[in-house]
Every structure is written in C-alpha cells, then in structure tokens.
C-alpha cells in the first residue's frame, strides 16, 4: 500500500494506522534522517488517545505510553551501538500481544527485535513524504486491509 501525505495529513493517517494495528503489532519505520518516522510514531500514539506530550526516543532509546488497554512502545534505535544492548532495556519483556511496537533504525536491533507486522518505508514526494506500507506477517496483511477499507486514499 502507498500513500503520500503532507505534514497535515499526516494526523489523520497515524490515527488510521494506530486504530487499525491497536490490538498489538510490531511496526518498522524505514527511511533516512528527517523523513517523519518520529511524526507518524507521534501521530500514532495521539491517535490511541494520549494526551499529553510524545517525546523523541532518541536518547533513551524507548518511551512508553499506557492508552487504555493498549500500550505503545517508541523505539528510536539510531544511538545503538550494538543489538545487545536491548537486553539490558529488557525488550523481551515488553509484550507484543498488548503493545503496539514502534521501531525507528529496526536493522540496528537484527536479531533482537520481533519480526515486523508492518514496514513503513519513507521517501520524498513533491512537497510531502511517500510512505509505501509492506505487511510482513498475516495480521500485518489484515491491518493494511483495514486501512485500505477505511476509505484512505491510495497510488
């Protein structure tokens, strides 16, 4: 599935994409610095209803918000020096079935991390971010499906 979205659209599809992944999923964020995977993770964890502020992962590797009964987990794994160093944040035990698994830099984390559901890849677009949504498992599949049946405009 693609899309492409300028900055004020991108609100509406990260509230899209979070209702239609909110029973869990582990979603890779792909593209180089400054194409909007921090927006889109923000985007998201407002569309499940938090209210408060959404900050950048960067330095801390993870931020979590509790939404309910789902949880979501922002990685920003461009600082990691090594895979393993997940271990000591204890990312095994985090629960994918309840959370929904933001990853920003996921090839810093191979073999660590849990397969992606989805894979949003970034790319320019005249004035506004091309995103090209690749499912990687079944419920990958089924949440794209339900993107796509929420009336959201594709290429």
Same mark, same amino acid.
């Given at each position: 599935?693609? *899309? %492409?979205?300028?900055?004020?659209?991108?609100?509406?599809?990260?509230?899209? @994409?979070?209702?239609? %992944?909110?029973?869990?999923? *582990?979603?890779?964020? =792909? +593209?180089?610095?400054?194409?909007?995977?921090?927006?889109?993770?923000? %985007?998201? *964890?407002?569309? @499940? +209803?938090?209210?408060?502020?959404?900050?950048?992962?960067?330095?801390?590797?993870? #931020?979590?918000? #509790?939404?309910?009964?789902?949880?979501?987990?922002?990685?920003?794994?461009?600082?990691?020096?090594?895979?393993? #160093?997940? #271990?000591? @944040?204890?990312?095994?035990? /985090?629960?994918?079935?309840?959370?929904?698994?933001?990853?920003?830099?996921?090839?810093?984390?191979?073999?660590?991390?849990?397969?992606?559901?989805?894979? *949003?890849? /970034?790319?320019?677009?005249? =004035?506004?971010?091309?995103?090209?949504?690749?499912? +990687?498992?079944?419920?990958? !599949?089924? =949440?794209? =499906?339900?993107?796509? !049946?929420?009336?959201? !405009?594709?290429?």
């Amino acid at each position: 599935m693609k *899309v %492409c979205l300028t900055e004020d659209q991108m609100p509406a599809f990260g509230a899209k @994409l979070a209702n239609a %992944c909110k029973a869990g999923s *582990v979603i890779y964020l =792909q +593209g180089t610095l400054g194409m909007g995977k921090t927006t889109l993770s923000r %985007c998201m *964890v407002q569309g @499940l +209803g938090w209210s408060g502020r959404v900050k950048s992962p960067t330095y801390t590797l993870v #931020e979590q918000y #509790e939404v309910g009964p789902v949880e979501a987990l922002h990685f920003d794994l461009y600082r990691l020096a090594d895979p393993e #160093e997940l #271990e000591f @944040l204890g990312v095994r035990d /985090f629960d994918a079935d309840k959370a929904i698994w933001l990853i920003e830099w996921p090839e810093r984390g191979a073999g660590v991390l849990p397969a992606a559901d989805i894979e *949003v890849h /970034f790319s320019d677009a005249e =004035q506004a971010r091309a995103l090209e949504l690749v499912a +990687g498992t079944p419920k990958g !599949e089924a =949440q794209i =499906q339900k993107l796509k !049946e929420n009336d959201l !405009e594709t290429e």
